[in-house]
């Protein structure tokens, strides 16, 4: 390791005095001028973890849904994964050492995590739209070629897709052929394979609107479309030529506010979708007849996506298990759903697609998403294998049948991460297959009223939680206030939990009609919240909750 060299490239890479940064499950985020340091950094970061791994690591430069004024960067690890809980905290050292100490707490980390360093090094990198990209991007491949490493740029390419190139080249072309061109035939020849015999082949049935909120998103759909065109036509907005990255729409906007995008003209009952500024969030909605607003979120997506799945495995007649992984945040009539009535096995996480990713890898088909419509299916090396062999040895056409229709399912999934696209493509594939409507697949159960709050504190160590963040620990006494008040209302929930990376409280509350949950997260928050965490009691006097 040439220190000098990399003292002297870092000197072109300068950190700002005192800035401190955290690396979360999202990676680094924040304003982009704070972050070229960070980007060269982070360069030399992953071409270590490619020499410990010895395998390809992906670096993505992108902010997802934040504003465009941000951006951030996030590395990928050999399978598509997010990065090992213990190279986040070397990725939080290294970005906040100070520049006379930063070769230091370089090669402590490579003796820490016992590195090769004389192993070879290979590294994919890919960035959004944003206007600093292009130039936060170089960064990395500053760090990248300071140390050595070799790399490939793949430019202008969603979160996604960088996962599945990392997964293709670390599986010797086994998932599929790491370029663009390999990702597009790989779904799209599952997506046409699904859909070839389908009832319905009215084409309006099979047009779609897609907010592409102003992101990469609409660049890959433009680029994908051609191959897809005979089985769905999309019609794409907000497609970055005019409006502003995530502004006014996108997935994050029209699941927060509960309403359409801007820049996108909606007709009652026509199936409309958003994706996030880097395509692996996806939401549906629809107006109805009465020009009123309907949302179809990740919990929705789940269960569509599982349902259609255990359906085909009671047809081939295999007892593989399947399992839907969800966060505290999912509505409890999902749950419900799913247990009582698909008879399907529901487990909750901690908050944070890692969790998610983590618990479903323990079931032959585990299918995770988060409300905000991050999510994907995974299915085991043993489920897929057995899959593929019932294809060739079942007899029985039905049963065979329902074996291939499970076949191409595997292939459709991008199981490296939560694809946009690829989630498209696997409910518009399940609605035609099932001859549904996007009301009848709303319609499936209705969502219990709830509501989300940040309450600011001025430390959120002083909660802490248990059992998925749905109970809380400390301070003492908190979660029995809740309890109190959950109790009076029917299917009535509610939980508060830190955030992950804010001095904030996030409250959630959910009941069975609209006076019951504006009255139970008020007084969750005015009578329990604040006066055991924020609105410390002053004498009698209890501060207000803002």
Same mark, same amino acid.
């Given at each position: 390791? &040439?220190? &000098?060299?990399?003292?002297? !490239? ?6 700002? /005095? ?24 982070? @360069?030399? +970061? ?164 897609? &907010?592409?909120?102003?992101?990469? @998103?609409? =660049?890959?759909? %433009?680029?994908?479309?051609? !191959?897809?065109?005979? *089985? ?7 497609? @970055? ?14 699941? /927060? ?19 996030? *500024? ?5 939401? !549906?909605?629809?107006? &109805? ?27 081939? *007649? $295999? ?18 759903? =799913? ?28 299918? !995770? ?8 299916? =995974? ?68 969502? +219990?009223?709830?509501?989300?709050? %940040? ?24 979660? $029995? ?37 504006? *009255? ?27």
């Amino acid at each position: 390791m &040439d220190l &000098d060299a990399i003292t002297e !490239y870092s000197a072109l890479h300068p950190k700002p /005095s005192g800035l401190i940064l955290q690396y979360g499950t999202a990676g680094f985020r924040t304003k982009a001028e704070h972050l070229d340091h960070v980007m060269f950094r982070m @360069g030399l +970061l992953a071409v270590l973890r490619s020499k410990q791994t010895k395998s390809t690591i992906g670096v993505m430069v992108t902010a997802s849904h934040n504003p465009e004024e941000d951006n951030g960067v996030k590395l990928v690890d050999p399978l598509g994964e997010m990065l090992a809980p213990s190279w986040e905290e070397h990725a939080t050292c290294l970005a906040n050492a100070e520049e006379q100490d930063m070769p230091r707490v370089l090669m402590d980390i490579s003796v820490k995590a016992a590195v090769n360093l004389q192993q070879d090094a290979f590294i994919v990198i890919g960035r959004d739209t944003r206007s600093t990209s292009e130039k936060l991007s170089q960064s990395v491949i500053d760090g990248v070629t300071v140390l050595e490493g070799q790399f490939h740029d793949y430019g202008l390419v969603t979160t996604p897709q960088l996962h599945y190139m990392v997964y293709c080249r670390n599986t010797s072309g086994q998932y599929g052929e790491a370029t663009l061109e390999g990702y597009y035939q790989k779904l799209s020849k599952a997506f046409m394979e699904l859909t070839k015999q389908t009832l319905c082949s009215e084409d309006e049935y099979r047009s779609l609107k897609v &907010d592409c909120a102003n992101g990469i @998103g609409a =660049l890959k759909l %433009k680029e994908m479309e051609h !191959y897809v065109s005979q *089985g769905l036509s999309v019609q794409l907005f907000n497609d @970055g030529t005019k409006g502003k990255l995530n502004h006014l729409c996108g997935a994050d906007f029209v699941k /927060s506010h509960q309403k359409p995008p801007q820049g996108m003209e909606m007709k009652s009952n026509e199936r409309c979708c958003s994706f996030d *500024g880097d395509a692996d969030r996806i939401v !549906y909605h629809y107006l &109805d007849v009465d020009g009123h607003f309907h949302l179809i979120d990740g919990d929705k997506i789940a269960t569509l996506i599982s349902s259609f799945l255990k359906e085909l495995l009671l047809e081939i *007649g $295999e007892s593989l298990n399947i399992g839907v992984v969800q966060t505290a945040y999912a509505n409890g009539s999902s749950t419900r759903y =799913l247990e009582e009535v698909m008879k399907v096995p529901v487990y909750c996480t901690k908050t944070g697609v890692k969790h998610l990713h983590h618990k479903a890898q323990e079931f032959d088909i585990g299918v !995770y998403f988060e409300a905000n419509g991050h999510g994907t299916v =995974l299915f085991s090396k043993a489920a897929e294998t057995k899959i593929r062999q019932l294809t060739k040895e079942l007899e029985d056409e039905k049963r065979k049948a329902a074996a291939k229709m499970l076949e191409n399912v595997i292939d459709l999934f991008n199981q490296a991460a939560g694809d946009a696209i690829s989630d498209m493509l696997v409910i518009e594939a399940i609605l035609t297959l099932k001859d549904l409507t996007i009301q009848q697949w709303d319609a499936l159960y209705m969502d +219990l009223p709830n509501r989300q709050l %940040k309450v600011k504190v001025a430390d959120r160590q002083v909660i802490s939680t248990t059992d998925a963040e749905r109970q809380v620990v400390t301070p003492p006494g908190l979660q $029995e206030a809740i309890n109190d008040l959950v109790k009076k209302y029917k299917l009535s929930r509610a939980f508060v939990r830190p955030s992950g990376t804010e001095d904030v409280v996030r409250v959630y509350a959910e009941a069975d009609s609209q006076v019951s949950w504006d *009255g139970s997260i008020e007084k969750m928050c005015g009578e329990s919240l604040i006066p055991w965490v924020v609105g410390v009691v002053v004498g009698e006097k209890r501060k207000p909750f803002q």
